[in-house]
């Protein structure tokens, strides 16, 4: 089976810096995405951890634990904009199972 | 490319009626995924295809639920007969193969079942 908790949701200052994690329990798995959903609009892709470690790509870093089955996603330098939900999701031979995703309030 | 393209981006439809949903992957992609999503029960997994084949339909909630891949630049989704717990966002999305390659999703089609 496939299980997936992040928290439900989140509130940060603009400007600060926020961490959100994710935990998996997975049959098979190859990687874990981070994907970004506003409100009304589709999933888009952030960024994926192959290996453990820290991936960084701008403002947005994520980190893997194989070992522990977790992993957290990096924002920082908060802006409005980044208001949305984030989704992890650990990938299984290209399929792919998402958590319920974790809502994040920016706030001035 | 345009990205994966779905329509109709909203549905409305009485109970017991049949409802098709349509997707356009990008092209070149070879795995399509369809995905349902609500607040009670986040993103889910329905079914997916590569090159255009089933290869695992257990998301598939019901027989009332059904999908095909003709071909590879088409795929439906349909409900037959529609209930109103069927009322989601149902997202399409395809990707490269690969072990790692990211899905790109589609806008998405708002189904409500009154």
């Known amino acids: 089976g496939q299980n997936i908790d992040q928290p439900t949701e989140m509130t940060a200052t603009e400007g600060a810096i926020v961490q959100i994690n994710c935990t998996y329990q997975?049959?098979?798995?190859?990687?874990l995405f981070w994907y970004q959903q506003h409100a009304g609009e589709a999933p888009t892709f952030l960024s994926y951890n192959v290996l453990d470690g820290l991936e960084e790509k701008g403002r947005f870093s994520s980190f893997l634990s194989r070992s522990k089955g977790y992993s957290y996603l990096l924002l920082k330098e908060l802006q409005m904009k980044d208001s949305a939900s984030y989704l992890c999701a650990a990938n299984n031979f290209n399929k792919f199972y998402f958590g319920s995703g974790t809502k994040l309030n920016v706030k001035p | 490319d345009a990205g994966v393209i779905q329509s109709p981006r909203h549905e409305v439809t009485e109970m017991g009626q049949e409802v098709t949903l349509r997707c356009k992957p990008i092209s070149g992609h070879d795995y399509l995924f369809w995905y349902r999503q609500t607040m009670m029960r986040g993103l889910e997994l329905l079914i997916y295809f590569n090159n255009n084949v089933p290869i695992d339909d257990s998301g598939m909630p019901e027989d009332r639920f059904s999908a095909k891949m003709p071909n590879a630049s088409f795929s439906t989704l349909k409900i037959q007969p529609s209930e109103p717990r069927d009322s989601a966002v149902y997202f399409c999305?395809?990707?490269?193969?690969?072990?790692?390659?990211?899905?790109?999703f589609g806008q998405g089609t708002r189904l409500t079942v009154v």
């Open positions: 999305a395809s990707s490269l193969a690969g072990v790692n390659t990211e899905a790109f």
């Open positions: 997975t049959s098979g798995f190859n990687g």
